[in-house]
């Protein structure tokens, strides 16, 4: 390549320290989070000023100028509003507002029925997932010696420990928990779009299984919109939806169709194909009506979303040994596990729903 003009070497060097640098960005966040900053903007009516986050903090009047600078980043970084005078670091007429991303980071408030998202955060920016990542040159560079053996994640080779199994509760039980409820906050947001904007995915169906349904908050939601609907996990005489394990590898419990709502981005494309395999026996054929729902992100190259999906992905080799997938990785795996077609129905923000055929 030419040798950059001096334009172009001032725009790369600004470039390279944003990029050197913006991991600062989610450790502001984690800031936010754990001093309550969302939740303070809320008690206060959504708007603050500078002095009045510092009192609803209880911080040291001495930290206002520092406070002062990591609210200007939450602001042009998008977690926070700001107005008059915000993107000056010590302005007392500064007012700075929540948005639609610190508003899911408020604690007690239930969006769509679902609990705050600060989890999320404080999993995402761990230590662990941070040594993780600080680990994947060095795993990079380590042969897996068995052919087809599955390969463990920098997360497993720097912490001895699997994400979201016993070995990382013996490892730090508190962690643990996090992980654990950052799992369900993610999994559980947006189920009521779902329901409201796949209306069509459920309305004709007269059974459905919701395959590894965590703790059966989504059984719950979807037997709630469609009371007609005969699902797995059971519904007791009282309403409630009893989640009853079962192993996806082995066996499905069958029905019109099943779902498979942010399972399989955890597994790798071989399990996969086992997990649609066992699906594909469990549903009557495409005239009957079977089919298996899948809801996961499909990363897609032309979408404004394509590098959170990508962050979405790089996540999950960091820490897992799933993948996020493109159209042509889901096809790949539909085709091999012995469907005939699939068709994406919606696309809900990072996420995609689609039908796959017998
Ligand atoms: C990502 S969570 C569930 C997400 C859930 N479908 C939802 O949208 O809320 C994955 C779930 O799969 C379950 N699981 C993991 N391995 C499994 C297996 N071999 N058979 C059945 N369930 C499994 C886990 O216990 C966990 O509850």
């Given at each position: 390549m030419a040798v950059p003009t001096d334009a172009e070497l001032v725009q790369a060097q600004a470039d390279l320290w944003k990029?050197?640098?913006?991991?600062?960005?989610?450790?502001?966040?984690?800031?936010?989070?754990?001093?309550?900053?969302?939740?303070?903007?809320?008690?206060?009516?959504?708007?603050?000023?500078?002095?009045?986050?510092?009192?609803?903090?209880?911080?040291?009047?001495?930290?206002?100028?520092?406070?002062?600078?990591?609210?200007?980043?939450?602001?042009t970084t998008g977690v926070l509003g700001g107005a008059a005078g915000s993107s000056s670091s010590s302005s007392t007429a500064a007012v700075y507002r929540l948005v639609p991303l610190s508003y899911l980071l408020v604690?007690?408030?239930?969006?769509?029925?679902?609990?705050?998202?600060?989890?999320?955060?404080?999993?995402?920016?761990?230590?662990?997932?941070?040594?993780?990542?600080?680990?994947?040159?060095?795993?990079?560079?380590?042969?897996?010696?068995?052919?087809?053996?599955?390969?463990?994640?920098?997360?497993?080779?720097?912490?001895?420990?699997?994400?979201?199994?016993?070995?990382?509760?013996?490892?730090?039980?508190?962690?643990?928990?996090?992980?654990?409820?950052?799992?369900?906050?993610?999994?559980?947001?947006?189920?009521?779009?779902?329901?409201?904007?796949?209306?069509?995915?459920?309305?004709?169906?007269?059974?459905?299984?919701?395959?590894?349904?965590?703790?059966?908050t989504t059984a719950r939601a979807v037997v709630k919109a469609y009371p007609h609907l005969k699902i797995h996990p059971r519904r007791g005489d009282d309403g409630s939806v009893n989640y009853v394990a079962g192993d996806l590898f082995h066996s499905i419990p069958p029905a019109q169709a099943v779902m498979l709502k942010l399972v399989l981005h955890f597994w790798s494309d071989e399990d996969c194909i086992k997990i649609l395999a066992q699906c594909k026996k469990a549903i009557p054929s495409r005239n009957e009506g079977g089919k298996v729902i899948i809801i996961d992100i499909v990363v897609d190259p032309s979408e404004p979303m394509l590098e959170t999906q990508l962050l979405m992905d790089v996540g999950m080799m960091v820490c897992a040994r799933g993948r996020q997938r493109d159209e042509n990785d889901w096809s790949t795996i539909f085709t091999k596990a012995g469907f005939s077609d699939y068709k994406i129905v919606k696309k809900l923000g990072a996420r995609g729903i689609i039908e796959v055929y017998p």
């Amino acid at each position: 390549m030419a040798v950059p003009t001096d334009a172009e070497l001032v725009q790369a060097q600004a470039d390279l320290w944003k990029h050197s640098l913006c991991y600062l960005t989610p450790m502001a966040l984690r800031c936010a989070v754990q001093l309550g900053i969302p939740t303070a903007l809320h008690r206060l009516g959504g708007t603050a000023s500078l002095p009045d986050l510092m009192a609803a903090l209880s911080l040291p009047q001495s930290k206002t100028a520092y406070l002062g600078r990591l609210l200007r980043l939450l602001v042009t970084t998008g977690v926070l509003g700001g107005a008059a005078g915000s993107s000056s670091s010590s302005s007392t007429a500064a007012v700075y507002r929540l948005v639609p991303l610190s508003y899911l980071l408020v604690e007690g408030v239930r969006i769509d029925g679902e609990a705050s998202q600060r989890a999320v955060v404080l999993a995402a920016t761990s230590r662990h997932y941070l040594e993780a990542a600080l680990g994947l040159a060095d795993w990079f560079r380590k042969d897996v010696q068995l052919p087809g053996a599955e390969v463990p994640a920098p997360f497993e080779d720097v912490h001895g420990a699997r994400l979201f199994e016993e070995s990382m509760a013996d490892l730090d039980p508190e962690s643990d928990k996090v992980f654990h409820e950052a799992l369900a906050a993610h999994d559980h947001m947006g189920i009521g779009l779902i329901l409201r904007e796949g209306r069509a995915l459920f309305e004709g169906l007269r059974s459905l299984t919701d395959c590894c349904g965590g703790d059966g908050t989504t059984a719950r939601a979807v037997v709630k919109a469609y009371p007609h609907l005969k699902i797995h996990p059971r519904r007791g005489d009282d309403g409630s939806v009893n989640y009853v394990a079962g192993d996806l590898f082995h066996s499905i419990p069958p029905a019109q169709a099943v779902m498979l709502k942010l399972v399989l981005h955890f597994w790798s494309d071989e399990d996969c194909i086992k997990i649609l395999a066992q699906c594909k026996k469990a549903i009557p054929s495409r005239n009957e009506g079977g089919k298996v729902i899948i809801i996961d992100i499909v990363v897609d190259p032309s979408e404004p979303m394509l590098e959170t999906q990508l962050l979405m992905d790089v996540g999950m080799m960091v820490c897992a040994r799933g993948r996020q997938r493109d159209e042509n990785d889901w096809s790949t795996i539909f085709t091999k596990a012995g469907f005939s077609d699939y068709k994406i129905v919606k696309k809900l923000g990072a996420r995609g729903i689609i039908e796959v055929y017998p």
